[in-house]
């Protein structure tokens, strides 16, 4: 089974520092998926940043990356040049090649950016 | 604009009063799931379904129901309500590869009293 954990439940960054959330996972499948979402105040899930197992080279979407290290099992999401409208709930999540297309979500962390 | 969209948005009910949550797609997506969001506990899979009248259980389905007689629709039924099933609920498709994001719908907030 896979599960995803987030070990920090609130963090505070200051306006234009960057910032590094923590997600490790656990999986058995030989292959996986790694995501990360937003979910601001108004409550709807935004897709940032995806992550392939294979994938060679850490993801970068403008200013998130993702700092993967397989053998560490950690995907963390770094946000560079933090902005007040980064203040949000940050989920990650995993996805394996079952055939459910299910994503096992990590509990979130809740990051608010100070002026 | 390609979107998942649920209705309702918000949605206050009584216990025991049979409820549907909508959830329609435009992205012709193989995959759609629904989850419920609890504070502590991130986002759990209550069903899934792989494609039209293919569905099955999530982590969570106990007291709730689906159905998916199209592929862009996939509704949530709570055929007898409790307050334990106060949640955030989300809607979400994908296509069938690994590596294809979700993309979710706007949520329903609803609480039963």
């Known amino acids: 089974a896979q599960k995803i954990t987030q070990t920090q439940p609130g963090m505070f960054v200051q306006e234009k520092e960057a910032v590094t959330l923590d997600c490790t996972y656990d999986?058995?499948?030989?292959?996986?998926?790694l995501f990360w979402y937003k979910q601001p105040s108004s409550g709807e899930m935004i897709f940032l940043i995806y992550q392939g197992s294979y994938d060679q080279q850490n993801a970068t979407e403008g200013r998130y990356s993702l700092n993967f290290q397989k053998a560490r099992k950690s995907a963390n999401l770094v946000i560079s040049a933090s902005q007040l409208g980064d203040s949000a709930m940050y989920f990650c999540?995993?996805?394996?090649?079952?055939?459910?297309?299910?994503?096992?979500f990590g509990q979130g962390t809740t990051l608010q950016v100070k002026p | 604009e390609a979107q998942v969209t649920q209705n309702p948005r918000y949605l206050i009910t009584v216990t025991g009063k049979k409820l549907t949550v909508t959830c329609s797609q435009n992205m012709n997506h193989e995959y759609m799931s629904w989850y419920r969001q609890d504070p502590g506990l991130g986002l759990r899979q209550i069903y899934y379904s792989m494609n039209v009248e293919v569905t099955d259980k999530g982590d969570v389905p106990e007291g709730y129901k689906v159905s998916r007689k199209e592929k862009r629709n996939f509704p949530l039924i709570l055929e007898s309500p409790s307050p334990n099933q106060t949640s955030l609920y989300f809607c979400a498709s994908s296509f069938r590869e690994m590596n294809t994001e979700a993309f979710f719908g706007q949520g329903t907030r609803l609480t039963v009293v």
């Open positions: 999986t058995s499948d030989p292959s996986y998926g």
């Open positions: 999540a995993s996805r394996g090649n079952s055939n459910t297309g299910k994503l096992i």
